[in-house]
């Protein structure tokens, strides 16, 4: 993180706990001492559309827009929706991805096939790139969408910010009932980095 601002786009689809996550990187920013910035995206997310946040964080944040090309780190609830977010990377963007595959509508209907080069695609045009089973790893916690904290786990591996901060803002935001839950998942995304 040598640069001023740190760029985090994460996206997914509706129910996968892409603003929670988002929400939860910035509670975590915020108490690690940095400027954050949030925007948000909910589209279609009732029905399963996409759904994106941007989380920046640094000194001094102007704008909580992330420019085409300057992202560091995109986190990726489902494989198919990080095809969409390309633009808005580098070949040093570092890519956390849920193995997932949902297929959207048009696939559903016939009207489109599913793209089998996505693994392909990334690895040919970046240098970081996570492939996690965040989802199976959450189900075989319990609960499949708990998937967003393996996710995050991973990724706060990736970051210098005290794992306790990160526990602690990931617990704010749940109800007690899911901590121990949440708490194992978070443990486990950071275990696969």
């Given at each position: ?7 985090l ?31 948000e995206?909910h ?7 996409s ?7 640094g ?10 090309g ?36 048009a ?23 996570h ?53 194992k ?9």
């Open positions: 993180m040598g640069k001023d601002v740190t760029n786009l994460v996206a997914g689809v509706g129910g996968q706990g892409v603003i929670l996550a988002s929400d939860i990187m910035a509670d975590t920013f915020m108490e690690a001492g940095y400027d954050v910035k949030k925007s995206v589209g279609m997310a009732q029905r399963g559309g759904v994106s946040s941007h989380v920046r964080f000194n001094k944040v102007y704008s909580p827009i992330i420019k085409m300057e992202v560091d780190y995109l986190f990726m609830t489902v494989k198919l929706e990080t095809l969409r977010w390309l633009n808005y990377c580098n070949p040093s963007t570092v890519i956390l991805v849920d193995e997932i595959e949902i297929n959207p509508p696939v559903n209907l016939g009207q489109m096939e599913y793209p089998r080069d996505i693994d392909e695609t990334l690895k040919e045009n970046f240098k970081m790139v492939f996690i089973k965040a989802t199976e790893m959450a189900s075989e916690l319990g609960n499949a969408r708990a998937a967003n904290v393996v996710l995050l786990g991973a990724l706060s591996k990736l970051l210098d910010i005290d794992e306790d901060i990160w526990i602690k803002c990931l617990l704010a935001r749940l109800p007690t009932k899911l901590h121990e839950l949440n708490k998942a978070f443990a486990a995304g950071r275990e696969v980095i």
